[in-house]
Nanobody, 124 residues
Framework: QVQLVESGGGPVQAGGSLTLSCAAS????????MAWFRQPPGLGRVAIAA???????RYADYVSGRFTASRDHDKNTLYLQMNSLISGDTAIYYC??????????????????WGQGTQVTVSS
């Protein structure tokens, strides 16, 4: 079983940048697909970026070009570099890991592991 611990959230002004980190531990963590989800206030949780174990990366349309997901296999850590932040990016951000590639947007099936979530608040 993989365990995930996120860090890096907090308040930021619109137009600013923030980097989230997700440290993975456990057997075969490097073989998992890892992804970032976010849950805005009053809305559901959606996948916005994912990096598979082979490096394949994908993004939700509304973050593509502003957010960059990357993965350090030596450190078993997933990152999310967020630039040009807007108020609509305000959400709780969750890290996730699964043995299968994690699709974007709404995920209906179970996910193997979740982080605890970290709040990102963008003020205008």
């Amino acid at each position: 079983q993989v365990q995930l611990v996120e860090s890096g959230g907090g308040p930021v002004q619109a137009g600013g940048s923030l980097t989230l980190s997700c440290a993975a531990s456990g057997d075969s963590a490097s073989t998992y697909s890892m992804a970032w989800f976010r849950q805005p206030p009053g809305l559901g949780r959606v996948a916005i970026a994912a990096v598979d174990s082979d490096g394949n990366t994908r993004y939700a349309d509304y973050v593509s070009g502003r957010f960059t997901a990357s993965r350090d296999h030596d450190k078993n850590t997933l990152y999310l570099q967020m630039n040009s932040l807007i108020s609509g990016d305000t959400a709780i951000y969750y890290c996730a890991a699964d043995r299968s590639p994690i699709p974007m947007y709404t995920v209906t099936g179970p996910i193997d592991a979740w982080g605890q979530g970290t709040q990102v608040t963008v003020s205008s």
